[in-house]
């Protein structure tokens, strides 16, 4: 079992930045994709970004340019940096863990841009 912890969610004004964090834990195999997520009330979790094991990245469209993931995989760390952002980027962040035996989720971190 696999868990995750995010980290570095919070309030920031339009343009600002921030970086959040997901520690992983558990029995965690080598080989694996992580990602982060994003939800709003009454939508569905949408893809912000994943990463794999070897650094090979995917993007949704709308974070291209702004966000970067990255991964730390001696710390079992995920990292994304938020630049640029937008009130649009409003949402609760998830941390996702991926490997053959399914998926693993964070609690979620609140990530508030105001205008």
């Known amino acids: 079992q696999v868990q995750l912890v995010e980290s570095g969610g919070g309030l920031v004004q339009a343009g600002g930045s921030l970086t959040l964090a997901c520690a992983a834990s558990?029995?965690?195999?080598?080989?694996?994709?992580m990602g982060w997520y994003r939800q709003t009330p009454g939508n569905e979790r949408e893809l912000v970004a994943t990463?794999?094991?070897?650094?090979?990245?995917n993007y949704a469209d709308s974070m291209k340019g702004r966000f970067t993931i990255s991964r730390d995989n001696a710390k079992n760390t995920l990292f994304l940096q938020m630049n640029s952002l937008k009130p649009g980027d409003t949402a609760v962040y998830y941390c996702?863990?991926?490997?053959?035996?399914?998926?693993?989720w964070g609690q979620g971190t609140q990530v508030t841009v105001s205008s």
């Open positions: 990463i794999t094991t070897f650094g090979s990245t």
């Open positions: 558990g029995s965690i195999w080598h080989f694996n994709t």
């Open positions: 996702m863990l991926k490997d053959t035996r399914g998926d693993s």
